[in-house]
T-cell receptor, first 115, second 111 residues
Framework: KAGVTQTPRYLIKTRGQQVTLSCSPI?????VSWYQQTPGQGLQFLFE?????QRNKGNFPGRFSGRQFSNSRSEMNVSTLELGDSALYLC???WGGGMNTGELFFGEGSRLTVL | QQQVKQSPQSLIVQKGGISIINCAYE??????FPWYQQFPGKGPALLIA?????SEKKEGRFTISFNKSAKQFSLHIMDSQPGDSATYFC??????????FGGGTRLMVKP
């Protein structure tokens, strides 16, 4: 069974630009979550999508947005990039049904550098 | 999000020794406490998890101890091996798939 696939793995952008990251979950998983990982702030929850609907949202500005498609693939977008947005963006998938099981399957991440 | 405080930030243990990582949480709505292991260049992977109605859970060399009244839990790695060298994160989870991560512990096991 293929794991969670994130593209691109590495990218460099400049301040003010926007970026779109893609995540393909494990087959059969309907929930996709996004996390930001930085040395200073650690791992922080961005948002979660289940069946194309945003189910939970973390404490990030509106420049961070996402969506989920009918095949459960997800994208996240960051507009008007700032230097502080440099981070590893991790996508995690899970079956998503019922109450929290905590068993998230993470991809290897997309490392964004903002210059 | 409520914090999950994790200590120590880094830990060096000799091969065969016991590694102990401690966490404390604030949000009493947390009903699930997983631990994730992350190797360099990889995403975190679930190691072991516990629910608050259980005081201890053991899986192989890994044991979680949970103290609900103190809002603390810990991970013990027995007979630590060099292959255990990684960053470990404790988490708190409530309804939904939103996890609050601790700050992480970088473990190095010396041969």
């Amino acid at each position: 069974k293929a794991g969670v696939t994130q593209t691109p793995r590495y990218l460099i952008k400049t301040r003010g630009q926007q970026v779109t990251l893609s995540c393909s979950p494990i087959s059969g998983h309907r929930s996709v979550s996004w996390y930001q990982q930085t040395p200073g702030q650690g791992l922080q929850f961005l948002f979660e999508y289940f069946s194309e609907t945003q189910r939970n949202k973390g404490n990030f500005p509106g420049r961070f947005s996402g969506r989920q498609f009918s095949n459960s693939r997800s994208e996240m977008n960051v507009s008007t990039l700032e230097l502080g947005d440099s981070a590893l963006y991790l996508c995690a998938s899970s079956w998503g049904g019922g109450m929290n099981t905590g068993e998230l399957f993470f991809g290897e991440g997309s490392r964004l550098t903002v210059l | 999000q409520q914090q999950v405080k994790q200590s120590p930030q880094s830990l060096i243990v000799q091969k065969g020794g016991i590694s102990i990582i401690n966490c404390a949480y604030e949000n009493t709505a947390f009903d699930y406490f997983p631990w994730y292991q992350q190797f360099p260049g990889k995403g975190p992977a679930l190691l072991i998890a516990i629910r608050p109605d259980v005081s201890e859970k053991k899986e192989g060399r890994f044991t979680i101890s949970f103290n609900k009244s103190a809002k603390q839990f810990s991970l013990h790695i027995m007979d630590s091996q060099p292959g255990d060298s990684a960053t470990y994160f404790c988490c708190g989870g409530d309804a939904g798939n939103m996890l609050t991560f601790g700050g992480g512990t970088r473990l190095m096991v010396k041969p």
